[in-house]
């Protein structure tokens, strides 16, 4: 039925139901496409399409605090697949395109079920375990505490060897086992590091806006004396 010329009932029957949050977005499009009997991708093209017209408001964009985020660019893809298959991590990834956490990690999901790219794991070799065994270092929470330096010698992205660093612990080939009631070593450093610098800024922020001294009446004579 998409492709069934609209009637003047359906579309009064969408201005009728349709329902939009704060900001002007639809929320109940599916229920709509339900009632008129139409697919729920052709709904929202209609409803593009009346407000167009005029017949439908148009969503709000200029948020400020939370604006709509354009649709990814083809650059912007494929810096995605070149920073994840060079292990970098989502927060990474989100940091240098100026997204969310949660945004790219719902942007790969998407751009490995388009078959956009894959990410084929090739098997350990007996050297690179080897290497892994001999050079793997842990703080004294059992958190493996230089997964770069052990991503650079075996040259394996440091999503693999910590995938590896899992199984070799489930496997039993490494006995030194994190402890899950407290956090690495690193993560105390990090956290102390941005507490330190947040610090910091509160402390310029607040010389920048502190108030002069007062000046006695009897230091101001000893001062221009």
């Not at 639809?26 to 005029?54: M, P, Y």
Request: glycine content about 6%; hydrophobic content about 30%.
């Amino acid at each position: 039925m998409s492709h069934v010329k609209w009637t003047e009932e359906e579309d009064k029957t969408i201005i009728e139901m349709v329902q939009v949050d704060d900001r002007g977005f639809v929320i109940n499009a599916l229920e709509v496409s339900e009632k008129i009997g139409r697919s729920k991708k052709g709904t929202q093209t209609r409803i593009k399409e009346l407000r167009a017209q005029g017949k439908l408001a148009r969503p709000y964009y200029d948020d400020i605090l939370f604006p709509v985020r354009k649709s990814y660019s083809k650059q912007e893809d494929k810096f995605i697949k070149n920073a994840y298959l060079s292990g970098a991590t989502y927060q990474e990834i989100a940091d240098a395109l100026g997204r969310s956490f949660r945004a790219i990690q719902l942007r790969i999901s998407r751009l490995r079920k388009k078959e956009e790219f894959s990410y084929h794991r090739e098997p350990w070799s007996k050297k690179e375990k080897e290497e892994l065994l001999e050079n793997v270092r842990f703080d004294r929470f059992g958190y493996v505490a230089n997964v770069d330096e052990l991503a650079r010698i075996i040259g394996r992205p440091k999503r693999e060897v910590g995938r590896k660093i899992s199984v070799m612990r489930k496997s039993g080939d490494i006995g030194v086992m994190p402890d899950r009631t407290t956090c690495s070593l690193n993560a105390r450093k990090a956290l102390r590091e941005a507490n330190d610098y947040h610090y910091s800024l509160a402390i310029l922020y607040k010389g920048a806006k502190k108030e002069p001294t007062p000046v006695t009446a009897s230091e101001g004579k000893s001062i221009t004396n």
